[in-house]
């Protein structure tokens, strides 16, 4: 965050930063209380990588306080101040694995699922109160997000404890390689941010977006 206020300053962008931990509700207080705005773009989230047949339950809930809970109640707070205002919108970054279950990563996968049926719940809810929501949904980036979900298995998987075996995550190097440049996402989200009638779902690149679609063409005929 001070690296953040110091970059904004030298560059003369007018920019006020603010702590806010989505999984303390002293803060999400603090928050609602010092802030009216026109427009939240849900971003918090974290990524907890292993396969979910062994992954430890403690931190697949840590997760989804931050990607599920924490975004929901910092939600509601504004939300109510939407509904007095009669308008306002919530952009929340979701993820591909919203969309499709990702192998060896599927609790990540598991809370965006929740957010996207947050989100559509939502859309329909508040649609009369004029309130506007909108997913984004990023394919592979290299903001290091990625990077440091695959680190987090090393935390706790042991090849010598665990079932799985260590070649299943041979790929993951491989998959990490040729991550895409994250400006043209952020483009997106501010996009959709001041678009008065934006798309509800968002994918990009459209690439992503076309092999999601065949994925859930094909779950229809997949075989257990």
């Not at 930063?17 to 928050?31: N, Q």
């Not at 996009?191 to 092999?211: G, I, M, S, W, Y």
Request: glycine residues 8%.
């Amino acid at each position: 965050m001070s690296d953040l206020i110091r970059e904004a300053k030298e560059k003369g962008v007018e920019l006020t930063a603010d702590k806010l931990d989505v999984t303390d509700s002293r803060d999400i207080a603090y928050i609602l209380k010092k802030y009216d705005i026109d427009i939240l773009i849900s971003n918090a989230g974290v990524m907890e990588g292993g396969p979910i047949a062994e992954q430890p339950l403690d931190l697949i809930r840590a997760m989804f306080d931050v990607n599920v809970f924490g975004g929901l109640e910092l939600a509601q707070g504004f939300i109510k101040k939407f509904v007095k205002q009669k308008k306002g919108k919530i952009v929340f970054t979701s993820s591909m694995g919203g969309l499709w279950t990702v192998p060896y990563v599927a609790a990540y996968c598991a809370s965006k699922h929740a957010l996207e049926a947050i989100a559509e719940g939502l859309k329909t809810e508040l649609a009369p109160f004029n309130i506007k929501i909108a997913t984004c949904n990023p394919g592979v980036f290299g903001t290091g997000f990625n990077d440091r979900g695959a680190d987090s298995i090393g935390r706790w998987y042991d090849p010598e404890v665990n079932f799985t075996p260590a070649s299943a995550f041979d790929g993951v190097a491989d998959a990490l390689a040729n991550q895409l440049d994250p400006e043209s996402m952020a483009d997106v989200i501010v996009n959709v941010a001041l678009d008065a009638q934006p798309n509800f779902r968002n994918v990009h690149p459209k690439e992503t977006e076309d092999f999601v679609k065949q994925l859930q063409s094909e779950a229809w005929s997949a075989k257990s």
